[in-house]
């Protein structure tokens, strides 16, 4: 199977999560891996008022595999603490 190297190619991630990520200077697969799921889901926050914690689920399924629905259900907390967390962290 050939790896997926454009954002738009991982599952759960469509145009407008695909332009919101460009936005926020994430452009390729391997810079989306290198962030992680949390840190993406901020930056992108921080440019776009637009995204909503579905982006957050659609981030982690995009990078494990699993559909956004999945990760809302069973990764839901530990997405919320880990998202709580990064927000505590000085700038």
Same mark, same amino acid.
């Given at each position: %199977? ?5 954002? /738009?190619? $991982?599952?759960? !991630? /469509?145009?407008?999560?695909?332009? %919101? ?12 891996? *290198? ?6 889901? !901020? ?7 637009? +995204?909503?914690?579905? $982006? $957050? &689920? +659609? !981030? *982690? /399924? +995009?990078?494990?595999? !699993?559909? &956004? ?5 069973? *990764? ?16």
């Amino acid at each position: %199977m050939t790896p997926i190297k454009t954002i /738009g190619g $991982l599952p759960n !991630l /469509g145009p407008k999560s695909t332009a %919101m990520l460009a936005l926020a200077g994430i452009d390729s697969v391997e810079q989306l891996r *290198e962030v992680g799921t949390v840190a993406a889901y !901020l930056r992108v926050k921080a440019v776009s008022d637009r +995204a909503s914690l579905n $982006l $957050l &689920w +659609a !981030l *982690e /399924g +995009a990078l494990t595999g !699993l559909s &956004w629905q999945q990760v809302a259900r069973t *990764e839901r907390t530990r997405l919320l603490l880990a998202l709580d967390d990064q927000q505590r962290l000085p700038a």
